[in-house]
């Protein structure tokens, strides 16, 4: 049996027809997931996985039990609940004005271009942020079930400090407290939250091993507002830069860093640290670099960006040593 050419011509004018709608769907597919991974701002999403990897160390390290799965579960669930505050994070900084005011853009402050060029929508992002949290809470109380109740109540806690960060009807930076939210929410709570999912217990040394990572974080927040501060200001955003100028602020942010490595030594002094936790000393040397930077050039604002650099990779250093630390400590004894 024959086919004319006709029904050839037919059938490669459909398959050409379906192969050029498959590649504008999976382009357009791809675009919007390149443009999500930006709004969430994976990249950083090591603020989240640092603490509850210390968590998790602290665990084997006191109790010698690690279950890998209970770690990527707990892991997971605080980077989904750390991408919602991101999103939710930029659409109150869009609602309020601040983002479209900011003329000190840099890869480390001033949000996410999207809501501003129209990318996405408001309504967009803001949905966006409360799945990220659904999700988060999902796995929260997946956790819950397997390991105890607990976890949903340090969830709660997380998530009531993320979105009430920068939400209009609490606003905890304005307030002057948002750096101790961030730095006690990504500090000692992500630890206890990591700690209880594998243990199935919450102890005093879980929340003060975080102590550390959660002032570095902390500063991380501290150091990106230096730039961001006329812009803060405006929208009414009274964060501890904006309270007390760039002079004051770099003064503390160089005592600030230096607390950080006082309390590493000072949990190995109570014995929440074990002695081998004191590699993560070693990053005070990329600390003070920083420090110098922004006390010297903290009114030239582009000239902090090394700073900005440094304080990520002095977070991320401190936090894997810890964790090194912490295991090696009961795999040499």
Request: charged share 10%.
């Amino acid at each position: 049996m024959s086919i004319s050419p006709h029904k050839n011509e037919n059938i490669l004018s459909r398959v050409t027809l379906q192969n050029s709608a498959g590649r504008v769907i999976i382009a357009f597919v791809s675009t919007r997931l390149r443009i999500w991974i930006k709004e969430v701002r994976a990249p950083f999403f090591t603020a989240a996985i640092v603490p509850s990897a210390i968590g998790a160390a602290l665990a084997w390290h006191d109790r010698e039990t690690f279950d890998l799965f209970l770690f990527v579960l707990a892991t997971l669930g605080v980077v989904l609940t750390h991408a919602g505050a991101n999103v939710v994070n930029d659409y109150f900084d869009y609602r309020n004005g601040s983002d479209r005011v900011n003329k000190n853009k840099s890869p480390f402050n001033g949000g996410s271009p999207f809501l501003i060029d129209g990318t996405l929508a408001p309504k967009q992002v803001y949905r966006g942020a409360l799945i990220l949290f659904a999700l988060g809470g999902m796995i929260g109380l997946a956790l819950s079930y397997l390991v105890s109740s607990l976890i949903m109540v340090l969830w709660v806690i997380g998530v009531f400090l993320a979105y009430c960060y920068t939400s209009p009807k609490v606003n905890l930076a304005a307030l002057g407290l948002g750096e101790i939210a961030a730095g006690f929410g990504f500090g000692p709570l992500i630890v206890a939250w990591s700690y209880l999912a594998q243990t199935g217990t919450l102890t005093l040394s879980a929340f003060l091993g975080g102590i550390p990572i959660g002032l570095l974080i902390a500063l991380v927040l501290f150091i990106n507002e230096f730039p961001d501060m006329e812009a803060d200001r405006y929208a009414g955003k009274n964060h501890w830069v904006v309270r007390v100028g760039l002079a004051r602020a770099s003064v503390w942010y160089a005592i600030l860093m230096g607390m950080v490595f006082v309390s590493i030594v000072s949990l190995w002094i109570v014995r929440v640290y074990p002695e081998w936790a004191l590699i993560a000393l070693i990053p005070a040397i990329v600390a003070a670099g920083a420090a110098r930077i922004v006390t010297s050039k903290h009114v030239r604002i582009a000239e902090i960006l090394p700073a900005q650099a440094k304080t990520i990779q002095t977070h991320l250093i401190t936090g894997l040593l810890i964790c090194l630390g912490l295991v090696l400590s009961r795999i040499t004894l």
